[in-house]
C-alpha cells in the first residue's frame, strides 16, 4: 500500500530523515515510535505530500507522491495531532465543508459521506453541536470523520490519544482497532502500551534513520536472542556497575532503578550466552549482595528503550545533535520560502 525508498529530508545542514526504506501492507495497523526529534513528523509530512522529500520516493497505492500528488493523496486520510478544525462550525456544517474541499460536487454525495463517518467515528447525536462545545474526545473524533471522508483506503494518524482521558483514550483506540478492519492504518504515538495493543507492526525511528521493523513480538525476540538479564544489588551505583562491568561479555549495562542502597539495572550479551552465574559471582566478590537476578521478558518499552539509547549514543560520540527538535520547528520557514509553491496543492484538497 505504501513504498518508501531511500527517503532523505534536509534542513539546510541538518539531516532530518537519512535514507530510509520501507513497506507498509495493506490491511494492517502500523505504529511508528521514535523519541522526540527523531523524524517521525517529518516522515509523516513527506508521506502525505505535506512536504517534499531532498531525496528518495515515495508511492501510494502505486501513485507517486511528487509525480501523482492529486491521485496520492486520494487513497490518504490524515489526522495530525492537533486536528485543524474550525471550531466555530457545528460537526455536520465543518465535515461538509471539509467534504467539498476534497472534491465532492453533489450535495447528496456529501451528505450520505458525512452521515457515514459519523457513524464510523461514533458521532451520533452530535451532528448539531458546535465543535467549540465538544471535548476534547469528541472533536478527536471529529479530526478522525473527516480523515475518513470519501472512504481513503490508508489513515494516518498523528498521537491521535494526546491529550485525553483514560475513558476517552480507550474509546479512540477501539476506533483505531476498528478502522484496521477495514483500512490501512498508521498510528505516530508516544505511549509504547498504546501501540503494543493496537498495532500488528512496529517502525522505530531513531536519529532520522530506521532502527527497527517487525511485529513487537519479533523485535523483543531479536533482543532477548542477545541473552537479556534483569538484576538487583546492594551497594552504590559505582560499585554495582564496576562489578558488573568486570563480567567478561556482559554489555549494554543500563540502570532502571535506584533507591537508598539498592541498584537495578539490565545487561546484555552479544553471543546470547547466559551470564548470569558469572553476574551472579562478580556482585557478591566486590561485596554486593544479588536481590533478584533474572533472565528478562521484555516489553515494547524495553524494544524502544535499548534500540534508540544507543542510537542516540552513536549519534552523540559523532557530533551531531542530540535532538532534531530545532531543525524540525526552525527550519520549516526556510523550507517554505525555497519552496515556495511546490506545495499547494494540498491547499486546493483541503488537506
Do not use: W
Not at 50 to 67: A, F, K, M, R, W
Not at 310 to 317: K, L
Not at 320 to 345: H, I, V, Y
Request: charged share 25%; aromatic share 4%.
Amino acid at each position: 500500500m505504501i513504498e518508501v525508498s531511500h527517503l532523505t529530508k534536509r534542513y539546510g545542514s541538518h539531516v532530518a530523515v537519512d535514507d530510509i526504506s520501507f513497506t507498509v501492507e495493506k490491511g494492517c495497523i502500523y505504529g511508528l515510535l521514535g523519541p522526540n526529534g527523531a523524524g517521525k513528523s517529518t516522515t509523516m509530512n513527506v508521506i502525505t505530500g505535506y512536504l517534499s522529500p531532498t531525496s528518495g520516493t515515495v508511492t501510494i497505492n502505486g501513485h507517486d507522491i511528487q509525480e501523482e500528488p492529486q491521485a496520492a493523496k486520494a487513497c490518504i486520510g490524515y489526522l495530525p495531532e492537533l486536528p485543524p478544525l474550525y471550531t466555530d462550525m457545528a460537526v455536520r456544517e465543518y465535515l461538509n465543508f471539509a467534504a467539498e474541499l476534497k472534491g465532492m460536487k453533489k450535495k447528496a454525495d456529501r451528505a450520505a459521506d458525512v452521515a457515514r463517518v459519523c457513524e464510523k467515528a461514533g458521532l451520533q447525536g452530535m451532528e448539531a453541536r458546535l465543535i467549540r462545545n465538544l471535548s476534547k474526545g469528541y472533536r478527536q473524533r471529529v479530526g478522525v470523520a473527516a480523515a475518513l471522508l470519501g472512504n481513503p483506503e490508508v489513515i494516518i494518524l498523528d498521537e491521535a490519544t494526546v491529550g485525553l482521558d483514560p475513558a476517552q483514550m480507550i474509546e479512540i483506540r477501539a476506533l483505531i482497532h476498528d478502522l484496521g478492519k477495514s483500512h490501512t492504518v498508521i498510528l505516530s504515538s508516544h505511549i509504547l502500551s498504546e501501540v503494543q495493543t493496537v498495532c500488528d507492526r512496529v517502525l522505530i525511528i531513531s536519529g532520522g534513520k530506521l532502527a527497527a521493523q517487525g511485529t513487537p513480538e519479533e523485535l523483543a525476540a531479536r533482543l532477548a536472542a542477545k541473552g537479556v538479564i534483569s538484576a538487583t544489588a546492594q551497594g552504590s551505583r559505582e560499585q554495582v556497575l564496576k562489578a558488573a562491568q568486570s563480567v567478561a561479555g556482559l554489555t549494554d549495562l543500563r540502570v532502571t532503578a535506584e533507591k537508598s542502597d539498592e541498584v537495578s539495572f539490565t545487561a546484555s550479551s552479544t553471543d546470547g550466552a547466559d551470564l548470569r552465574a558469572a553476574l551472579s559471582a562478580a556482585l557478591a566478590a566486590a561485596g554486593c549482595p544479588v536481590l533478584s537476578l533474572s533472565s528478562q521478558n521484555l516489553s515494547l518499552e524495553d524494544v524502544f528503550l535499548q534500540l534508540t539509547e544507543s542510537d542516540v549514543s552513536a549519534d552523540s560520540e559523532q557530533g551531531k545533535p542530540e535532538s532534531a527538535d530545532e531543525a524540525e520547528t526552525a527550519m520549516p520557514l526556510a523550507e517554505n520560502e525555497e519552496s515556495a509553491g511546490t506545495d499547494t496543492p494540498q491547499d486546493k484538497e483541503g488537506e
